[in-house]
């Protein structure tokens, strides 16, 4: 069922483009940021309010180029720290790099082996909220935990279990070329909720959301991967099947 967080999740992707052309462009008007994002006036000023509001952007005058004439001076908006802080750098091409390096010389293990230091990091951060909540409630304060770890998840219930939606994946563009690091991560929720998970979708496979599906009953801690590609309790849809060469390996 549709609720208030797909706006939420095309919203910030939306913003997300905004920075992005900020990045490219520099200090841009209304005018210029609508034109390249095939948007109105009125629906881009929405989100540079909204941006205003969160201090990742701010606004100057434009230095007028001869003798100033009549009306406002056009307003201009640009990054603020905050702003470049939060947008894409190189470091993803960096870790994307050094991953390459990594699995050069130490081969598939190697790159198994730091997802799987990675994963545990990320079971340290959020195990001391998740063990100390009833089982029961374990999916949505591991949920609210990873949104804390900036990964933006949520968890519905369904009537066969719960599925955890991560809106954001900060290691996206290098999972896409390392699914380790996704079966990793699935194995770390799996220990985490001492429950049986599946990992249904994921961002760095082309889905809108990452899902990972609670099921009612319990099983053997372990973490597997279905071929429906279907993501029922999260805002988005899967658009493509996940696959797995076995039961322990990587989930994509």
């Not at 699935?186 to 429950?195: F, K, M, P, Q």
Request: charged share 15%; aromatic share 2%; glycine share 8%.
């Amino acid at each position: 069922m549709p609720d208030a967080s797909s706006g939420t999740v095309a919203d910030g992707r939306t913003r997300d483009r905004v920075a992005r052309l900020l990045l490219e462009l520099g200090p841009s008007t209304v005018v210029t940021l609508a034109a390249h994002l095939g948007l109105s006036p009125a629906a881009i000023r929405r989100h540079l309010d909204a941006m205003l509001a969160e201090e990742t952007i701010t606004i100057r005058s434009a230095r007028a180029a001869g003798p100033r004439g009549r009306g406002r001076p056009a307003r201009l908006y640009q990054l603020t720290a905050a702003g470049h802080a939060a947008g894409p750098t190189a470091y993803e091409d960096l870790a994307a790099s050094a991953l390459s390096f990594l699995a050069g010389v130490a081969g598939h293990q190697g790159v198994a082996e730091f997802a799987e230091a990675r994963a545990a990091e990320l079971e340290r951060r959020v195990k001391p909220a998740v063990a100390d909540a009833d089982p029961a409630d374990r999916p949505a304060v591991l949920a609210a935990a990873m949104s804390a770890a900036g990964y933006t998840a949520s968890a519905s219930s369904l009537p066969t279990g719960v599925q955890i939606c991560q809106h954001h994946c900060p290691v996206q563009h290098v999972a896409e070329r390392f699914p380790e690091l996704c079966g990793a991560e699935t194995a770390a929720l799996a220990r985490l909720l001492d429950s049986h998970v599946q990992r249904l979708a994921t961002i760095a496979h082309g889905d809108g959301v990452c899902t990972t599906h609670v099921p009612l009953e319990s099983a053997p801690v372990a973490a597997t991967s279905t071929s429906t590609g279907t993501s029922t309790g999260c805002t988005a849809t899967a658009m493509n099947p996940v696959t797995s060469t076995s039961s322990e390996g990587p989930v994509i």
